[in-house]
Structure formats: C-alpha cells, structure tokens
C-alpha cells in the first residue's frame, strides 16, 4: 500500500513521536511505501527506499497560523500522490485514520476565559478537531484513552464504530530483564548515588504539562532526612529556567537534575526507586506503562489516562484528579519510606507479563491497512 503520514513536528524523544516511528518502521516492515509531510524534523535520518519525509516550509511565526497553512498544503500535496490511505498523528482535515494522542480540545477549551473562544488559535483548533470527530466524517480514530471517549462524543457524536482503542506501546528496551539491576546499579554509581538515596524519576516532554512543578515541590516538602537524601532527575524536552528558579527557591536546587532527551531512559527506569507523574493533563501517559514494565513504583495523578494500570498493577499510589499539593506531599513522603517498594515492583513486573504493553503498532497497523470507513459491508 501506499501510506501518507501526517504530523506537525517530529524530534526524538516525545511519546507521539515514538509511536509515529515504530508505526512507520513496522508499516515498511510490511513492504508499504510511506510519505510523510511533517512542518520540522529532527533526530531520526531514515534511509529506506520505500520512505520519504517532506518537511513543508509555511509561513507565519503562530503555531496555530502554521498548522492551518500545513493542513492546505498537505491536501494539494495528497491530490497529486493519491495515497492509499492517509493517516494523521495530529487533528487535521483529510485523514482516513487519525491517530489521537491529544486530549479532547474543545472540553478543555471550556476551562478557559470566554474570550479565549474568540482567538484565531481556538478557531484553528476547533476547526480542526471537528474535521475529525463530527458525526458524518468518513475515518477511523486510534483511541489511546478510553476516558476521552465519552468527551468527543458528547461534543460531536462520533459514532462508536469509528474508535478503536489501542493497547498501550512500550519499547522492547524498557522490560526490565535478569540485567536490569546490575544496568541500574551502574547508572546510579555514575550519578553518584548512594543504596540510601532515593532516585525519583519523570520522564516526558512539556515540563509544565507533565507537573515537574509539583513533584519539585513535593521533595521540597519531604522531611529533613527524607529531602536530604532524594534526587529528582527530569528526562525529557522542554523549557527547564522557571523550574530550575523554582528549585533554587525552595532550597533543593541541589537535588533537581534537568538531562533533557536521552536515548538511555531505560537505564534510569532500572536505576530509580520511584516515578513521579503528577501530569497536570495527560491523555495517556507513557512513562507510567514503561515505569511499570521496567518494575519501578509510581505515583500518578488519576487524570492521567494510564493511572488505572497502576491500580490493577498495585504498584503504587494514584491521587485523585482533583489535585492536592498537600496530598502529594504526604503520598510521596509515605512512599519514599514504605517497606512496600519491593512488593510494588514484584507487582509491576507480574502485571507487565500479563498485560499487553508492546503490540500498539500492530493494532494500528490493522485498522490502517483495513477497508476505510463505511466499506466493511461493501467488502
């Protein structure tokens, strides 16, 4: 087949931009042809006859202004290739599958100020989300999270047959094997950490999305002892100077390590002794499932659409999604020092060998290469 993959920004080390390239390695895998039309891309040379990556030049210095000028380009580009099916990691018009990594725009929209409803960026993203979602449109949707649903339903109808829910995807690399003690026992002497400190972990780009900002207060409002002896290390892109001045405010300027993107995130996953994740909106939350896969603990805040796994795991602790700095606070404390660590991640590995953590692509992969839309009962 022919396949044209859309998406606004590919770099390394985003969980969007993970599942987009196992999707597209595992697509030519299988013998198809694959364009893709991104606006920036960086971090991944491909070379493979059968895939082509067309980085469109727009104007405009908005985002928002960016993405309307894509989503007109890339219709010109798809009426001349004439793809088999195209498939969007973003919303956008045109798409035949669309993969939905991003919560529902318009139920968030509506926590904002009245006025923010008439800005161009709502407008565009409006637009753009109903192109996908509205009642009659002709597209199959990757649902990651089950909990987004009855959101998109409610604003526009979608009907039930249109989602497919995809299981969670975790890499190979992030298992925890007969290694990984020894893999994290080495990470933790280079960083020169003692078998009393206690590593905490977050793994995840958009710094303010994922909460860095709680968890830093959180080991700021550890006990003495407990705070003395604790390491918050952030992997992951974003804008790191505010949290960096938030750290240093607080006193724990010391213990807050910004490394940005790695490509060794599993080494930290067998070297740390507890995820944080207190995402302030998260429509799945990969780190969690690698967390649990690799055996580390978490605590996560129930908005997250994967926190559930760590439920059903019993590898931790979930707080609610209406958020307590307090709450965090006293979970984090109570966790860093319960003798319950070694039984959560005998839990977490349980779990992972029970679940379904890595078959994402192929599931994707399926309904991809499946009839479009309103074709099943003509096939």
Same mark, same amino acid.
Request: hydrophobic residues 40%.
């Given at each position: 087949?022919?396949?044209?993959?859309?998406?606004?920004?590919?770099?390394?080390?985003?969980?969007?931009?993970?599942?987009?390239?196992?999707?597209?390695?595992?697509?030519?895998? /299988?013998?198809?042809?694959?364009?893709?039309?991104?606006?920036?891309?960086?971090?991944?040379?491909?070379?493979?006859?059968?895939?082509?990556?067309?980085?469109?030049?727009?104007?405009?210095?908005?985002?928002?202004? /960016?993405?309307?000028?894509?989503?007109?380009?890339?219709?010109?580009?798809?009426?001349?290739?004439?793809?088999?099916?195209?498939?969007?990691?973003?919303?956008?018009?045109?798409?035949?599958?669309?993969?939905?990594?991003?919560?529902?725009?318009?139920?968030?929209?509506?926590? /904002?100020?009245?006025?923010?409803?008439?800005?161009?960026?709502?407008?565009?993203?409006?637009?753009?989300?109903?192109?996908?979602?509205?009642?009659?449109?002709?597209?199959?949707?990757?649902?990651?999270?089950?909990?987004?649903?009855?959101?998109?339903?409610?604003?526009?109808?979608?009907?039930?047959?249109?989602?497919?829910?995809?299981?969670?995807?975790?890499?190979?690399?992030?298992?925890?094997?007969?290694?990984?003690?020894?893999?994290?026992?080495?990470?933790?002497?280079?960083?020169?950490?003692?078998?009393?400190?206690?590593?905490?972990?977050?793994?995840?780009?958009?710094?303010?999305?994922?909460?860095?900002?709680?968890?830093?207060?959180?080991?700021?409002?550890?006990?003495?002892?407990?705070?003395?002896?604790?390491?918050?290390?952030?992997?992951?892109?974003?804008?790191?100077?505010?949290?960096?001045?938030?750290?240093?405010?607080?006193?724990?300027?010391?213990?807050?390590?910004?490394?940005?993107?790695?490509?060794?995130?599993?080494?930290?996953?067998?070297?740390?002794?507890?995820?944080?994740?207190?995402?302030?909106?998260?429509?799945?939350?990969?780190?969690?499932?690698?967390?649990?896969?690799?055996?580390?603990?978490?605590?996560?805040?129930?908005?997250?659409?994967?926190?559930?796994?760590?439920?059903?795991?019993?590898?931790?602790?979930?707080?609610?999604?209406?958020?307590?700095?307090?709450?965090?606070?006293?979970?984090?404390?109570?966790?860093?020092?319960?003798?319950?660590?070694?039984?959560?991640?005998?839990?977490?590995?349980?779990?992972?060998?029970?679940?379904?953590?890595?078959?994402?692509?192929?599931?994707?992969?399926?309904?991809?290469?499946?009839?479009?839309?309103?074709?099943?009962?003509?096939?």
């Amino acid at each position: 087949m022919h396949l044209a993959f859309a998406l606004f920004k590919y770099f390394p080390h985003g969980g969007l931009q993970r599942n987009f390239r196992r999707i597209t390695e595992l697509a030519l895998e /299988r013998g198809h042809r694959v364009d893709v039309y991104t606006l920036a891309w960086s971090g991944w040379t491909p070379d493979h006859p059968n895939l082509q990556v067309e980085v469109m030049k727009v104007p405009g210095w908005r985002n928002h202004t /960016r993405y309307r000028l894509f989503g007109n380009r890339l219709q010109e580009r798809l009426a001349e290739s004439r793809p088999d099916r195209v498939v969007g990691f973003n919303k956008m018009p045109g798409l035949d599958v669309y993969y939905n990594a991003d919560p529902c725009f318009m139920e968030r929209a509506q926590t /904002r100020h009245p006025l923010y409803r008439w800005s161009g960026r709502y407008r565009q993203h409006a637009a753009f989300e109903q192109a996908v979602f509205r009642a009659d449109a002709r597209n199959h949707i990757l649902l990651l999270s089950e909990a987004e649903k009855p959101l998109f339903q409610r604003w526009y109808g979608t009907p039930d047959d249109r989602f497919h829910l995809m299981p969670p995807y975790v890499s190979a690399d992030r298992f925890a094997g007969p290694e990984a003690p020894d893999i994290g026992a080495g990470l933790r002497q280079e960083l020169g950490l003692g078998e009393d400190d206690r590593m905490l972990l977050m793994v995840g780009s958009d710094f303010r999305r994922k909460g860095v900002d709680r968890s830093i207060r959180a080991l700021a409002a550890l006990p003495e002892a407990q705070r003395q002896r604790s390491h918050l290390y952030v992997l992951g892109k974003g804008r790191a100077a505010t949290l960096e001045a938030l750290a240093h405010r607080l006193g724990v300027a010391a213990q807050v390590h910004f490394l940005q993107g790695r490509d060794d995130v599993a080494r930290f996953l067998f070297a740390a002794d507890l995820l944080l994740h207190p995402a302030h909106q998260e429509n799945t939350g990969t780190a969690i499932v690698e967390a649990i896969a690799a055996g580390l603990p978490a605590l996560v805040t129930g908005n997250c659409g994967y926190a559930f796994h760590v439920e059903r795991a019993k590898c931790g602790q979930v707080l609610p999604p209406s958020f307590s700095q307090p709450a965090m606070d006293r979970a984090l404390a109570e966790m860093i020092g319960s003798p319950e660590r070694p039984r959560w991640r005998d839990n977490a590995l349980a779990y992972a060998r029970r679940t379904e953590l890595g078959s994402r692509a192929e599931h994707a992969l399926r309904v991809i290469e499946g009839p479009r839309y309103g074709e099943q009962a003509a096939a």
